[in-house]
């Protein structure tokens, strides 16, 4: 009992010895407490950015090389498998008046577990994906494709001697060659396999510029435009206000996948190009010029006229570059977009409309 009453008369004595030096150093004067200072939150980190749609990319494939998909668009071929996952589709005229697609994916984890049908190469495509610094992947080509590939080393996966990251389906009863298919998981074991480079060369990392918000663009409204590649391959894209996406039609039809999903993108950029039949071909096979030219986009209910270049044949792997018509950078919005080179005798045929329409 005598040591409790001691150790407490001790820390009474200590208290009143602070208080007492807190005091006069004050100068009789309590101490006010010294102001805190609040330290803002550092923000967070902008997500990286696909560089083919501007939208948020996983961590893991920033700087990764994309992967481009050769898809048949034939009747035989409709509706194809994964129609709505490219980040990009590109579309141009080929033999007989068809075309033929090249799906762009910038992240191998967005493409799907059945993509397809796909087709063989032709070099136009060959040299668009060189653009795009590419892992290729067709079901066979046509010998100038072949040449292409070839001559520039261009890393390929092909159904005809890489079969084994390819695969039918046969419930269609539809002819074999408009049954192929691949999937994402095969195609990352091939790039694996192949031992081919998987980061992007040095120039190559971001092929188009987006704009920080949502553009209207100065040509006017855009709520329908029509393009025609040939009298049996034509698109219309109609615009939804309600998500701001174009709903593709072609042929008048909604173009959907095979998951009864209708195809839409928020860019239209039909680009036009002289299209010529490649001398000594017997199969009718076509060349683009992709030298350059003109065009239209089309995004958010409104559209402009724009400029496009890339290379000549001896400059195939040059980027696809898209301006104003006074030679700035062109500003996409954010989103998937469609791609369509189409031949510059139909220039004239495209038909821009102002008018609401709802997809």
Known sequence: MAKTFA???TAGLMSAVLVLTAFSACGGETQEAAPTTTVPATEAAAPPANPLTGEPIRQEAVGQRPVAVMVENSPKARPQWGLSTPDIVIEGVVEGGITRMMWLYADTADIPEKVGPTRSARHDYVELAEGFDAVYVHFGGSG?????????NVDDIDGITDGSYFARDKSRNV???HTAYTTGTKLAAAIAD?????????????????????????GGACTSVYAEFSGSYTHTFRYNADDGLYYN?????????????TMAVSNVLILYT?????SGSSSGHRDWDLTGGSGVYVSNGTYQNIRWSKGSASNASAPLKLTDESGNA????????????VPADNSGKTEITGAATTA
């Open 175 to 177: 002819s074999t060659e």
């Open 194 to 218: 192949k031992g081919f480079r998987t980061t992007l060369k040095s120039g190559y990392a971001s092929p188009f510029a987006f704009s920080a918000e949502k553009r209207t663009l100065p």
């Open 7 to 9: 150790w407490k008369l």
């Open 274 to 278: 002289d299209v010529s039949a490649v």
């Open 144 to 152: 100038y494709a072949y040449d292409r590939i070839e001559k520039d």
């Open 249 to 261: 039609y072609m042929n008048k039809s909604e173009m959907k996948d095979a998951n009864g999903k």
């Open 330 to 341: 062109l500003e996409l919005n954010t989103g998937k977009s469609w791609i369509g080179f």
